[in-house]
Structures are given as structure tokens and as C-alpha cells.
DNA sequence: GCAAAAGTGTTTTCAATACACCCATGG
DNA sequence: CCATGGGTGTATTGAAAACACTTTTGC
């Protein structure tokens, strides 16, 4: 029996969620885009794989990957038997620079996860799954922080939360909300070239704890 | 690669959680206590075989089944590579018998989760980050339901909700919260043979919301 | 000076908490 | 009749929600 370690790595520009994926040069799935994957060798435990093939296949490396789904349907590789284990990995994309490291490798990009490409195997399905672990992690104040090292706005934050929740929330609830939770301080800068009033920055405070916010 | 399915199965009993194991006749491990498992073989599921293994081997069928965790450390099997699945379910231990119908095993008990038995392979690692997922299942209206079909009593319910969250609750409050959420209904008898007066018994309604209580 | 987006304070509402007495049963 | 545990109501506190105007920038 196979089985593979797969990667879904998210991050956030603009407010938008996206997910991280390379496209192939070769049959079969030749011009599809996939998410990072790499069979588990005997001598290796799934999250070393998982480490691995990103590392390997869009030059991402010291990524924190937490365990999401498994996926087991006999005919989701149309050419083997695999079971796949998905991991998840929430990062700021300001702070990594993708790198094609690999030769079967014709592209790697990110993409909105309500406007995919044409996705290889079941990586549709994958995502879809990874997405709602997406959804719940990132109510938690350490993942925020994760994905907001710095220099965010608050109504930066707000539109992503909307989008999650899937309603609107008031602007001065939210900040007094966030605010009273305790994690956040100004930087002291505003942010530059928008339409109206700039935002002023803000970045997460040295020690947090992991609060439920929303 | 091997891969095995692994199912951690939960009852209540008297307020206290208990996990399900069976008692291996033959060597290895012979004596110790285990979690049903099986391998899973090239035509079969996870799903499948997890289904298919607690049936054999401890004659529980129909159960639900959730996704919990994997476990991929090398040497996890001292024997052979198996990279193991687990899988959670919550049962009413009323409502089911156990059957012993496979001749490698002794025995099959209950056990409370904070007081197991000599454990085989690293069960015990699996049962904790079960006991994890329990716990945040447990707060959530239907999987309540699913452990009380019927005929149980408040401060039975209670009891178990201040073993997960590690402190005591008022039981004004608690009533109140349970009764607002509008998920329970009297049936109208009463709890037989306790030293006090006798609590009385509630089943949840036909159709409920999945709410998040405490 | 006008459009666009951000920042701010107060009032109301509802849920969470704290708390003390009475009730039904068994022995 | 007493010990044991279960059921009930009220007052207080604190968080969430609803709500309108002012401020800063780009053009």
C-alpha cells in the first residue's frame, strides 16, 4: 500500500484566502495544478515527508504543519492505490519567497480558494477539507499571529473574518473587541496608499495566549 | 507500507468516560490490552476497514465513526512499518452488547480513561489524543445526543461535563443554560433507586440544532 | 471640497454568574 | 425524622449588539 503526506498551505492578501499549488509539466495531470505531495518512504514518519516534498517542490522550508484529513477512496490516484494524509500550514506570504526547485515543476502559484484552476487527482477535495480546518483554526489568536506576524489593520483583519464567518460585523464592535483581548499594539505607522483615511498599523504582542475570538 | 485503521470507542458510564479494548490470547503482546484495528487491505477503506474491524473483533456494529489522527513514528509497530489511523466513536453502552467473535481474544472490556489496563503497541498514545478530541466533541449538542439516546438526568450530564472541563459547575446555572438552549424534554419518570429524591429524566427532542454548551 | 474609508463613545440588551431555600426519597 | 441529593428564583455583573458622527487622506 502507498501512501503520500499532502500540503495545503494558505495565506491571506487582501483579505482573500489563498492556497499554494504547482503545476505539472508531465502526464498524467500534465498541465493541472496540484498541491505539494510525496509518497512516505519506509524510513520516514509522515511529517518528515510532509517537510520534505514543500521543501522540495515549492522551496518553502521551517513551516509548523498540523494534521487535517485522510482520504482513503480506492480510486482517488487513478493509476495506484494511495492514501493520502493531509497537513495544513498557515503563513504570512510577505515573509516566503517561493522557489520551483523542481524539474517536473512548470509553476507555482497561489490561488483564491472560491476561483480554483483545474486541480490534479482529488486535491479539490483535499483543499475543500482543509479549508474548514482553515476556518476554525484561524478564530485562534496564535494562528492569527502566525499569519499576521506584523503591520496588519484592523480592518484588514475584519474583512477576513467576514469572509470566514459569512456576515458583516460592525467596525466598532470588533475593535473593541479585539482590543480588549489583549494582543495587539500599534506600531506607530499607518498604512500607506489607499483610498480614504489610512489605517494604523498594528502588530501582535510578544506572548499572547491562544484566545477564541468570534 | 502497512496501514491499519484503529477505532477508540467511548461510553459513559456513571458519569465517567471508558474506552473499549480487547485482551490479545497469543504473542505478541500477548495479555496486554489493545483497540480494535485492522490492516487495511488494497480494496478496502478506512472507513471500511475500521467498520469492519470493531465489528469482528468486539461485535459492535452501525457505530458512527469520525476521523481523529494519525500516527506514522517508525518504530510505533516494533515489527513492521504500519503507519495507523485512528478513529473516534461515542456510543450509548446501554444500547449495545458486547460480543466476543475472534478467537485471538480473551476478553473485552470498558475502562475508565483515567486508569487503563497495560496496553499494547502505543494505544495508549492513540487513546490520549482521542480523549482530546472527546473532549471537545462532548460539548457539542449531537454528540451528546448520540451517547443519551434517552432517559438520563441533568446532574448525571453535568457530572461528565465538569470531568472535561476540570472544575465545578452550579447547577442552577447548568439547568438553566440546558433548558434555554431548547434541546431536552421531560419523559416524565424519574431516576430509580439514589439516596436523595430522584432526579428526573430527560430525552433530547427529535430535532435539534448542534449548539456548543460551557 | 468632496468622496472614500477609518476612527471613536454611549446606550441597550441579554447571557453568565453568584447565591439560599425548599422538596422528594431511603433508611 | 434525618441524611442525601435534586429542583427552583432572583439580583448582579459583564459582555455583545445596536447605533451616528467625526477624522484623515487622495483626487
Known sequence: MNIEALASIFTIVDGKFKVLMFRKKTEPYKGYWMLPNAMVEKDKTLEETVEECVSSKVGLTALDYEQCDTFSAINRNPYKRVIGVSFISIIDFRAVELHQT???????????????????????????SAIETLKMKIR???????????????????????????????????????????????????????????AKLYRFKEEIENKLLF
Open 102 to 128: 523542481y524539474d517536473d515543476i512548470e509553476n507555482v502559484d497561489w490561488f483564491e480558494i472560491d476561483n480554483l484552476p483545474k486541480v490534479g487527482y482529488d486535491h479539490a477535495q483535499v483543499i475543500e
Open 140 to 198: 485562534h489568536s496564535l494562528t492569527l499571529k502566525k499569519i499576521f506576524p506584523s503591520d496588519f489593520t484592523l480592518p484588514e483583519i475584519q474583512k477576513m473574518y467576514e469572509q470566514v464567518l459569512g456576515h458583516d460585523l460592525d467596525r466598532r464592535n470588533f475593535r473593541k473587541k479585539f482590543v480588549k483581548a489583549d494582543l495587539i499594539e500599534e506600531t506607530g505607522d499607518k498604512s500607506p496608499g489607499t483610498n480614504g483615511r489610512p
